[in-house]
């Protein structure tokens, strides 16, 4: 048998090649439980550009289907066990073969209406026995052709949706890169120094405006918020570094969703500046921490001013409830420093005309040899002092020095200030105040507050000079109506300004 199929395959050759040109290469599973009539059949597939697997059953024809992936079935109908319909009807069963086209096998007969019956369990075809190469091989071509072309389809459907798949993660980065781009614009607008950090803290961004707050080469010490920290003022730092570690441990339990600070940040020049900084976690889909995003908002003058105004209220307090009136300007001095400066001092006229030192109160952390230039420079005395040039010189209302005996520094900020205590047009005494620190100065608020405290001042000694003269006449009135002999006062015009009881006596006026 094999032999004759042979030669009957050798003679329609020509015939055959032109139906295998158009198979593409597919898996044929062919099914029988005759191993003769399975080489019979694979030498009449031989032609095709296709793989065949052979089956002696239909069980084992069911284990192959769940390994590989067949593009036509040729099953032979009389099969002992397991016949090919109920083989058939199996396949049709699963959900990964139904789709399998079964071309059935059948001898001349009755095997043949059995065989058009088949149809219901799914067949597609059915050839009869002896098997017609050339009806086979077109058959078999067919079927492999139409799965080579569904693989084809669905190849190309893959690659169109990875076309796809990329095409749309092009356009989410540039939709992300634009957006991006769009908050950097919007940070650069605004006036606040705007930056961005990861989940740990790195920072990742910054605006340009922290490049012209830190200057030229500046930016790289600002590092990360959980890094050096160099930015930030000594004595704010502590409380800065434990309040962030806290937010990155449990950013859930931030009050309002955000971190609100307020620190001193240095600027270029080593002044420092007050700052409000507020930074928000930025969270996933999922409700993850993936980075924060801050700003850093300077409020220096504000703060300078709310500080200056709370520091006079409590010193005007002070001065208003004293009994003991120098007590009272040692403790605005305390108030004073370090406050609003590193040094203040005050001066006041003695009636005697001399210069006395009521109050010093200098900042702790100030280098010595600084206390010392500005002990020189705010001396209560001596021919160059401020006190005796504010004392002796009509006006000025103030005056600025520093070390070189000028106005202002270089770049116009005061280093220091005194001001004349001035009451009912004379000058009882000197204010001074000096910012000797690295990075404080002496601004606005300061002026505006030390003019207000010189006004307070010079009224506390004012008052303190007149309950003082009010007290001494009271105690030589106690003499004189004490003492026997009679007084009499009369001022220049004749009028009696003061007649003691001894007076009345004697006169008997």
């Keep these: 048998m094999p032999h004759v199929t042979r030669a009957i395959v050798g003679r329609r050759a020509t015939d055959l090649h032109s139906v295998a040109e158009t198979a593409a290469r597919s898996t044929v599973l062919v099914v029988d439980d005759q191993p003769n009539n399975l080489q019979v059949v694979e030498l009449i597939l031989e032609p095709l550009d296709v793989n065949v697997i052979t089956a002696g059953s239909g069980e084992e024809a069911l284990r192959i289907l769940l390994e590989h992936d067949i593009a036509v079935i040729v099953l032979d109908v009389r099969m002992p066990g397991m016949d090919g319909f109920e083989t058939a009807a199996y396949v049709k069963r699963r959900e990964r073969t139904r789709h399998v086209p079964i071309i059935f096998l059948t001898a001349v007969g009755n095997d043949r209406e059995q065989a058009l019956s088949g149809y219901q369990a799914g067949a597609v075809d059915f050839i009869e026995k002896p098997i017609e190469p050339l009806v086979l091989c077109a058959k078999v071509a067919t079927f492999a052709e139409l799965h080579a072309s569904r693989l084809e389809v669905a190849r190309q459907a893959e690659l169109l949706r990875e076309a796809a798949r990329r095409e749309a993660e092009v356009e989410l980065q540039e939709a992300r890169e634009a957006g991006e781009q769009r908050y950097r614009d919007l940070a650069e607008a605004i006036p606040s120094m705007v930056f961005a950090m990861d989940a740990d803290g790195v920072v990742t961004y910054r605006s340009g405006r922290w490049d012209d707050f830190t200057g030229p080469g500046g930016a790289a010490s600002f590092g990360d918020i959980g890094g050096t920290w160099e930015l930030v003022h000594p004595t704010d730092r502590a409380g800065l570094q434990s309040r962030w570690a806290e937010a990155l441990s449990a950013p859930d339990a931030l009050a309002d969703g955000h971190l609100e600070l307020h620190a001193r940040l240095r600027r270029w020049d080593g002044v420092w500046l007050w700052h409000d900084i507020i930074c928000r976690p930025r969270r996933s889909a999922e409700g993850e921490v993936v980075g924060w995003v801050g700003t850093a908002t300077e409020v220096d003058h504000q703060r300078r001013t709310d500080l200056a105004q709370r520091t006079l209220a409590d010193a005007g307090a002070e001065l208003v409830a004293a009994t003991d009136w120098v007590r009272a300007m040692l403790r605005v001095a305390e108030l ?8 203040c001092s005050i001066d006041v006229v003695e009636l005697d ?38 004392l002796g010189i009509d006006p000025p209302a103030r005056i600025a020095l520093d070390e070189h ?105």
Excluded at 336 to 343: G, K, Q
Excluded at 361 to 377: A, H, I, K, S
Excluded at 411 to 431: M, Y
């Design 336 to 343: 004073t420093v370090p406050a609003m400066a590193d040094w």
């Design 353 to 390: 005309g001399g210069v006395r030192r009521i109050a010093l109160r200098v900042d702790g952390d100030l280098d010595p040899t600084e206390v010392e230039r500005l002990g020189e420079l705010l001396a209560p005395g001596g021919e160059h002092s401020p006190t005796e040039r504010l």
């Design 405 to 509: 005996g000028r106005d202002t520094d270089d770049d116009g900020r005061l280093s220091a200030l005194a001001i004349p205590l001035t009451v009912r047009g004379r000058r009882v005494g000197v204010l001074g105040l000096a910012a000797a620190s690295r990075g404080r100065t002496i601004g606005v608020p300061e002026h505006s507050f030390a003019r207000s405290l010189a006004s307070r001042l010079a009224a506390a000694v004012d008052n303190a000079r007149l309950y003082r003269s009010a007290e001494e006449r009271a105690q030589a009135a106690e003499v004189l109506d004490a003492i026997a002999d009679g007084v009499a006062l009369v001022d220049g015009d004749g009028v009696v300004r003061l007649w003691n009881p001894a007076a009345a006596t004697i006169t008997g006026v």
